[in-house]
T-cell receptor, first 113, second 114 residues
Framework: ETGVTQTPRHLVMGMTNKKSLKCEQH?????MYWYKQSAKKPLELMFV???????ENNSVPSRFSPECPNSSHLFLHLHTLQPEDSALYLCASSQERGTDTQYFGPGTRLTVL | AQSVTQPDIHITVSEGASLELRCNYS??????LFWYVQSPGQGLQLLLKYFSGDTLVQGIKGFEAEFKRSQSSFNLRKPSVHWSDAAEYFCAVGGYNQGGKLIFGQGTELSVKP
């Protein structure tokens, strides 16, 4: 595997479910990011991790809980979501937090019923 | 406040025609500028980036962009569009005082007519 991978690619869940999104980067990077992409809206940065430490939480509701066990893996734990949380969730990585180029995964298309 | 504006939500061009996608930014320091492309159901792929130096930047797939500080613009160009270029294009700005944040424009959807 190369680049940034995300699983699952598609997820349908009810509002009472708990699920997790997984991101893995094979680029040797130290910073990882979660973005939300909703229809007709710009990409919204959710979280930033640098060397496994969270450095940015962009006022994201607590029903989204990130986890970064090491520099290669990033998770987004989901619980009691709302239908408006339906979106494409993109993971990205860069060499370090800052001005480095970010490389994106293919995304997870989430539908909340 | 930092922002990115892509004035054109949707553009249609004929195959073989030239293309220019506009991007204007507002940023308080030296900007780092990016163009990404997104095909349906896919993530974002980096086309090109500007950090410093030559203001005309070459990217992949025959794209180029020109940084014009006086106009706060970073327009993307391609001399001859191919049908496979149909996708959504995003301009983004970042910098040292952004702490790793990229600010994205709303995107321009490109359609290509045969």
């Amino acid at each position: 595997e190369t680049g940034v991978t995300q699983t699952p690619r598609h997820l349908v869940m009810g509002m009472t479910n708990k699920k997790s999104l997984k991101c893995e980067q094979h680029l040797g990077h130290n910073a990882m990011y979660w973005y939300k992409q909703s229809a007709k809206k710009p990409l919204e940065l959710m979280f930033v991790y640098n060397f496994k430490e969270q450095t940015e939480n962009n006022s994201v509701p607590s029903r989204f809980s990130p986890e970064c066990p090491n520099s290669s893996h990033l998770f987004l734990h989901l619980h009691t979501l709302q239908p408006e949380d339906s979106a494409l969730y993109l993971c990205a990585s860069s060499q370090e937090r800052g001005t480095d180029t970010q490389y994106f995964g293919p995304g997870t298309r989430l539908t909340v019923l | 406040a930092q922002s990115v504006t892509q004035p054109d939500i949707h553009i249609t061009v004929s195959e073989g025609a030239s293309l220019e996608l506009r991007c204007n930014y507002s940023y308080g320091a030296t900007p780092y500028l990016f163009w990404y492309v997104q095909s349906p159901g896919q993530g974002l792929q980096l086309l090109l980036k500007y950090f410093s130096g030559d203001t005309l930047v070459q990217g992949i797939k025959g794209f180029e962009a020109e940084f014009k500080r006086s106009q706060s613009s970073f327009n993307l160009r391609k001399p001859s569009v191919h049908w496979s270029d149909a996708a959504e294009y995003f301009c983004a700005v970042g910098g040292y005082n952004q702490g790793g944040k990229l600010i994205f424009g709303q995107g321009t959807e490109l359609s290509v007519k045969p």
